[in-house]
């Protein structure tokens, strides 16, 4: 349900954004209800092809003059145009055909489209206007009595000071200068170092290189949506400082107690006691490798008796009976031996 208020809030939203800039493709329509303006914006159809191809042509009026022709050759060929230059804006990759014909889902199409609408100039016709006061300041410029000021801009002398202040800075003491020649050694130097920062600077930025750059990595669109991006999140990190985070940082720091010496106790401690854990741990080890030697010794035949390899313990049961056997057999002759009298 939230998702679905949501949806409708920019299908709104995106309506009245088409109405404002005066898109000629909503005109007459007078939609009022939301879902009707969802079906409009975010099902597939000839005329919300028509829609996104104007805001396009819009945000980029070079692009305006190709998709006519693209239009008239293949519709997939349209698509993929907008797709490219979906990517270009960053808000969508090549292959995401779905959101250009409008089978994604619709809270991504709004948003995608919302995106858009907010690299439109206010007013289409912003640019005629632009070219209009271009004009004007033009032929302001050019004017007969601007052709001497320009005459001196282009072929400026010595002293660029207007007549006006030249003549207040005339009563004015003047200031000791360099000689000429220290003073062009002065900004060669200057330039020179100048130069050799901006061709370490164009190294770095692999996207300036003729060779390896491509429309696709980098162009004027892409940077505007870039710099637009950083602006809002340092807004709204501004605003999320100021609410939150200004106060934890004004905080005066802590101050340190003077019993500092209960912690190197309390660590000199816990490293005894780590080192008697690590030796009981090696003593463990150890009487485990001696209980698994000695029950080695005891289980494997190693002993070679009447032809067969016995073990330890049946070694020593053999050894065991044969003495007992000899000593029964040392006792029953000592007793049929004859007494004699001393």
Not at 72 to 91: H, R, T, Y
Not at 235 to 249: A, G, I, L, P, Q
């Amino acid at each position: 349900m939230a998702a679905t208020s949501k949806e409708h809030r920019l299908s709104q939203h995106v309506y009245a954004t088409l109405q404002t800039l005066s898109c000629s493709l909503v005109e007459g329509l007078y939609l009022r209800e939301a879902d009707s303006m969802q079906e409009l914006l975010c099902t597939p159809s000839q005329h919300r092809t028509d829609i996104l191809a104007w805001i396009c042509s819009s945000i980029c009026p070079s692009l305006g003059k190709k998709l006519p022709s693209l239009r008239s050759k293949d519709p997939i060929s349209l698509s993929q145009e907008l797709a490219v230059f979906g990517q270009e804006m960053m808000l969508c990759r090549t292959d995401d055909l779905d959101l250009i014909t409008g089978r994604a889902c619709p809270l991504r199409q709004l948003w995608f489209l919302e995106q858009l609408l907010t690299l439109v100039p206010d007013s289409v016709d912003s640019s005629e206007d632009s070219r209009a006061g271009g004009e004007g300041l033009l032929k302001e410029l050019f004017c007969p009595e601007a052709l001497p000021h320009l005459t001196h801009a282009l072929t400026p002398t010595l002293n660029p000071w207007p007549s006006d202040i030249r003549g207040a800075r005339k009563g004015q003491r003047a200031l000791p200068s360099r000689p000429r020649g220290e003073e062009v050694a002065g900004v060669t130097a200057l330039l020179e170092s100048t130069h050799a920062a901006l061709e370490q600077l164009h190294d770095q930025c692999v996207f300036l290189r003729g060779e390896e750059a491509s429309p696709s990595r980098f162009s004027v669109c892409a940077l505007r949506v870039a710099v637009s991006d950083l602006a809002q999140m340092m807004s709204v990190f501004s605003r999320v400082y100021d609410t939150d985070f200004r106060s934890y940082c004004s905080r005066d720091p802590p101050s340190l107690g003077s019993h500092t010496h209960i912690f190197s106790n309390v660590h000199r401690l816990l490293t005894a006691c780590n080192t008697e854990l690590e030796v009981l741990q090696q003593v463990s080890e150890v009487s485990v490798c001696l209980s698994d030697t000695v029950n080695e010794v005891h289980s494997d035949p190693c002993y070679w008796s009447h032809g067969h390899k016995r073990t330890l313990s049946t070694q020593l049961e053999d050894l065991t009976k044969r003495y007992t056997e000899f000593l029964s057999l040392h006792h029953g002759t000592d007793s049929k031996l004859p007494l004699t009298e001393p």
